[in-house]
Every structure is written in structure tokens, then in C-alpha cells.
């Protein structure tokens, strides 16, 4: 079993920036970011393999959000800058018991119970 946290999210200006953290017990393969904004689906953000070694970013992010991790602290990162009020939503972190960037909910089996990013035009 695998639990996640979140921490990290807030209320901001456009054109800021903000740091998303997501801390796991138990090991972790594949990690992603995934948020919902209000009345959407769930979408996928940005994954990391366990190594690092391979990166997927949606492309509405990127060259603006960079995930990243710390597998000595088995924590994992997304640095959003630039931010836009349409980036506004719920973000949720996730892991999948299996390697690969795979971009659909459906392969991660763990998730954290999001935290609340805001961006104010």
C-alpha cells in the first residue's frame, strides 16, 4: 500500500509561480501529476519514470511546469511557473505499480487527495 500527500498549493496572481510537493510511503515506480478543474475531467499534467530518466508533459504545460523528484526523500516535485487562471484547479499526484509514462487515469493505483491551486487574473 501507498499513501500520497500533497502540500504546496495556493492562492496566486497570474504570471506566478508555485511548487507542488507529493510525499509517498512505500515504494513508488511511475509518479504523475493529474489535476480536475471545477465541472471537467481529471487530466493528466506531467509523469516521471522512477530513475527520472524519462519525462511526459501535457502540452498545455509545457515549457512551464517542470516535475521532478527526490527518490532519497521518496518525494516528488512539478514547478509551475508562469501560471495562468485556466491552470486553476485540484491537483492530485499518483503512482502505478509498473514503470512506463502512461498519461490515462486508469493505470495509477495510488492517489493523494489533492490540494487546491488558484491562479487570480
Known amino acids: 500500500q501507498v499513501q500520497l500527500v500533497e502540500s504546496g498549493g495556493g492562492s496566486v496572481q497570474a504570471g506566478d509561480s508555485l511548487r507542488l510537493s507529493c510525499a509517498a510511503s512505500g515504494r513508488t515506480f511511475t509518479m504523475a501529476w493529474f489535476r480536475q478543474a471545477p465541472g471537467k475531467e481529471r487530466e493528466f499534467v506531467a509523469a516521471i519514470t522512477s530513475s527520472g530518466s524519462t519525462i511526459d508533459y501535457a502540452d498545455f504545460v509545457k515549457g512551464r511546469f517542470t516535475i521532478s523528484r527526490d527518490n532519497a526523500k521518496n518525494t516528488m516535485y512539478l514547478q509551475m511557473n508562469s501560471l495562468k487562471p485556466e491552470d486553476t484547479a485540484v491537483y492530485y499526484c499518483?503512482?502505478?505499480?509498473?514503470?512506463?509514462?502512461?498519461?490515462?487515469?486508469?493505470?495509477?493505483?495510488?492517489w493523494g487527495q489533492g490540494t487546491q491551486v488558484t491562479v487570480s487574473s
Open positions: 499518483a503512482t502505478r505499480r509498473g514503470m512506463g509514462v502512461l498519461r490515462g487515469l486508469a493505470h495509477y493505483d495510488y
